[in-house]
């Protein structure tokens, strides 16, 4: 599953897609910077892809595949 594929992510790949620590994105959801669901049980997040796109916008990180492109960042003909 890629970018255009998921409405939520994992706190592990939205790490990875933002560039900052597993432990930061809790830290950012729980303060409302990023926003998705949390099951009550686990405690596990999951991150919505529009708060992440918010997040990358607001704090200038490139990501790493545009919206309606393609991996590699160039759009298909």
Do not use: C
């Not at 959801?29 to 099951?39: M, P």
């Not at 529009?50 to 704090?59: C, T």
Request: charged share 30%; no cysteine; net charge positive.
């Amino acid at each position: 599953m890629g970018w255009d594929d998921q409405e939520y992510f994992t706190t592990k790949e939205a790490s990875g897609i933002l560039g900052i620590s597993l432990a930061t994105v809790q830290r950012y959801f729980d303060l409302g910077y990023l926003w998705g669901e949390k099951n009550p049980i686990t405690n596990r997040r999951k991150i919505h892809k529009d708060s992440i796109k918010n997040l990358a916008e607001k704090s200038g990180v490139k990501l790493p595949i545009a919206q309606g492109g393609t991996e590699n960042g160039k759009e298909e003909k």
